[in-house]
């Protein structure tokens, strides 16, 4: 025994040591990783400061007034930002009302409720939505749900709300042409799905089964254990991937240039045509000149306000969570 510990430890000593690296490619790493991140730094503040150059002149020809107004009327170099602004704001909502309740059904379905001979071509489904392009997306809505929309949704819905107190003028189409705001939210809801559905399903795959089994345990029901167990567990995750959900269908552009309409007026009706920022710029960038390219490239500014609020939202919603 005293003869075999004897041998490892000779081995052991004539065995090579292992090499360190040289200081010299350790600090050649550490430069390489701090200008990896100085370079996504520099990229957005490239970004932001040119879009504050080019939005600049816009700002200050218009001043708040840019914001708040509804007219944008190139003959006479009139614009104003709010009809985007309530256009993107509307379909990123009716998005997420639509988008969150089917993603979470769908992560809960595979992680509790999904035979295993079903399972992977449901998750492979979800996956290969998530890459189907945008501008696909936005050509099967025009040509195909856009006429079944309206023949089979607006058109019957207008005619037995019309009259109706609020409900009447939210479902009313004046045109029933099956484009406009309700149109493009649907469309960015299943747009975003494969996002939040496959992030919620890995977070409840990576929650302990043992809080699940004993949960099971004790007599809950299914819905009972999603609801106080697994849902508590995965909050912050699950809030996450509803934030770059949201992301996703604040920023989109050719899917909803297909189908929203891009007429520049409010309107009370859901069902009517409308415009968001991404969805202007995208039609008019290409042909604009003068002040009315800068109001363009205010309306990037805008944007990109508005998605660094819902990025710091998120942030917030997420400590609370942490928090509590």
């Known amino acids: 025994m005293v003869a075999l510990s004897h041998e490892r430890l000779v081995s052991s000593a004539d065995a090579p040591a292992r090499r360190s690296s040289p200081p010299s490619f350790d600090a050649l790493f550490r430069l390489a990783s701090l200008a990896s991140a100085l370079l ?3 990229v957005l503040l490239g970004i932001i400061g040119s879009m504050i150059y080019g939005g600049m002149p816009a700002f200050r020809e218009f001043g708040l007034g840019f914001i ?5 009327n190139v003959n006479e170099d009139q614009y104003g930002a709010w009809v985007a602004i309530v256009g993107t704001l509307t379909t990123a909502l009716i998005a997420l009302v639509i988008g969150v309740p089917l993603s ?4 809960i379905f595979l992680t509790q409720l999904c035979p295993p001979w079903l399972k992977r071509p449901v998750a492979t489904t979800i996956e290969l939505l998530a890459a189907v392009p945008s501008i696909i997306y936005g050509m099967w809505g025009l040509f195909v749900f856009a006429p079944l929309f309206a023949n089979y949704v607006q058109i019957p819905v207008s005619n037995i709300v019309e009259g109706m107190p609020i409900i009447g003028t939210i ?48 007599g809950c029901t299914t819905w009972e254990v999603v609801r106080n167990v697994l849902l508590p567990q995965a909050g912050v995750s699950i809030i996450g991937a509803v934030m770059l959900g ?15 309409g891009n007429a520049n007026r409010l309107s ?22 003068g002040l009315q390219l800068n109001a363009l490239m205010a309306l990037g500014c805008i944007l990109f306000l508005v998605t660094f609020a819902v990025l710091v939202l998120a942030r917030l919603l997420v400590s609370r969570v942490k928090v509590g």
Do not use: C, H, K
């Open 40 to 42: 996504v730094l520099i």
């Open 68 to 72: 708040t107004s509804s007219v944008w």
């Open 104 to 107: 979470l059904g769908i992560a």
């Open 171 to 218: 479902l009313y189409a004046r045109t029933p042409s099956g484009v406009g705001i309700l149109t493009a939210g649907i469309i960015l809801a299943i747009m975003i799905i494969p996002f939040i559905a496959s992030i919620a399903r890995d977070i409840l795959d990576q929650i302990p089964s043992v809080l699940r089994e004993s949960a099971y345990g004790i």
């Open 246 to 260: 949201l992301g996703r269908a604040l920023g989109e552009t050719m899917a909803v240039t297909f189908v929203v």
């Open 268 to 289: 009370g009706s859901l069902f009517d045509p409308g415009s968001t920022i991404a969805s202007r710029i995208a039609n008019e960038f290409n042909e604009a000149i």
